[in-house]
């Protein structure tokens, strides 16, 4: 069983995810903005990570290629707002294009260094969303937080969290 | 009764709405697109537009602000796209901040000079959706439409659409 929360409640157009993280929040909000951590862990690991842009600032944009031997994947979207308590950014997978999403991400504090990722998605209509929830997305975002919790290890001085 | 057909179904966090403009779709885009043009027709009448920002490309951001003699609001978001068929952007009121929507906007071609502006907002919950409601939104944007019914008829050299 996965570490992440994962809520897709029956006919309504969302998707809820909670992640908690053994790393103060400034940190996990810092491997957010930087294009040089996400890189590093935003998806699958089975893909190599193509950064077109990821400029992670209210009114810049992004856009990233997914890809292995046999196909290659684009998403692309615009960033709304990037604070540590309210990241809110639109994604739209190249391969269905028109349909774009809301992501509402915030970062809370659990004390003793740990922190939480809440996530709150919003789609254009319920099939989007169960399309998503298909598209096996629940098993890409497990596999890409769990390659925060490890680049997050690697960025903390050893015994420096608790 | 207004010209805007307006649809907030029960219990689901969306608003569509439709709207027919006597004019050809690229110059009804071209209202949207355009800096000089947005100011004299969004939103409703009583204000004054404050046009802060409008860079109404893939990537671009935008912020406006409503004002009278008693108050201020202030709007601001992104644009995800603004193709003809498909314009997506974010909005944000700034009195009720963290609370963000998504609009997708269509503009269709109806033939003889006609055309179509096809609106669905995307909410975060149900209750922001109503909430959007219950200030008044509906009468706020027929009174834009209408707006923009005049600014396109004023853009037309006479008798030339039919």
Redesign the interface.
Known sequence: MGKTRIIAPPG???IDMERDFDAPRELVHRAYLDPELVTQWLGPRKYEMVLDQWDAR????YRYVHRDGQSEHGFH?????MSID?M?Q?F?YEGA??H???D?QAIEDLGNGRSRVKS?S???SVADRDAMVQAGMGEGVEDGYNRLDELLAKLQPVGASH
């Open positions: 309504e157009p969302f209210d009114g810049g944009a979207g615009v960033f709304h707002s309210n809110v639109t739209e294009p028109g774009v999403s809301l509402i709150h919003v789609f254009m």
